[in-house]
């Protein structure tokens, strides 16, 4: 059997694959903030950071993330076989693998993750805007990779915003979110 790759090694590899292709940590906790101030509106960006990097903890998210950069890059060093090279770098409409490999990674969140990814799909806001507005650039898997990370920080926290108001102590918080979710 080959040897599995450390998962510090992946999670490392993900960051630094989003941060080279312009996303930062603040960039998708902004979208977070303008999600969960509605609802709670004393959250504070803080918690959004802290809720998106321990998204990124999650094995899902890193390999969907280093998925969907890899083909965006290949796509724009023009390196793929036809017609996928086309597929990718022209951002067919109908093409959808894209959405697709985004949307499977935010399950482990529950239903308010994919609704609100969803949400995010069709409402291009913040960072997700200036990707689709990068036409020089191939952000094909990008966009939606960016709104799936910020789809299930936002579901995370609002679970976690609701244990507090319900007085759960930090323990018994952590324990149900360790049992709740996958990788
Ligand atoms: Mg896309």
Do not use: W
């Not at 509605?38 to 959004?48: D, G, I, L």
């Not at 915003?161 to 319900?166: A, G, K, P, S, V």
């Amino acid at each position: 059997m080959k040897k599995p790759v450390p998962c510090e090694i992946v999670e490392q590899a993900a960051r630094k694959k989003l941060e080279e292709r312009g996303v930062t940590i603040e960039d998708i906790a902004k979208i977070v903030f303008d999600l969960q101030r509605p609802y709670h509106p004393s959250v504070t960006m803080n918690e959004c950071l802290e809720s998106t990097n321990a998204v990124l903890c999650k094995r899902e998210i890193q390999h969907a993330v280093l998925v969907g950069i890899e083909l965006d890059v290949l796509a724009e060093k023009n390196q793929l076989s036809q017609p996928l090279q086309s597929l990718i770098d022209s951002d067919e409409g109908l093409f959808g693998v894209d959405e697709t490999v985004a949307l499977g990674s935010v399950f482990g969140f529950g239903s308010i993750a994919v609704t609100t990814f969803g949400y995010l799909d069709k409402q291009k806001v913040g960072i997700i805007k200036e990707l689709d507005r990068k036409k020089s650039e191939v952000h094909t898997f990008l966009d939606d990779l960016v709104a799936s990370i910020a789809a299930s920080s936002a579901a995370r926290l609002a679970h976690r915003m609701r244990d507090r108001e319900e007085n759960r102590r930090i323990e018994d918080i952590r324990k149900r979110e360790d049992e709740e979710l996958i990788g």
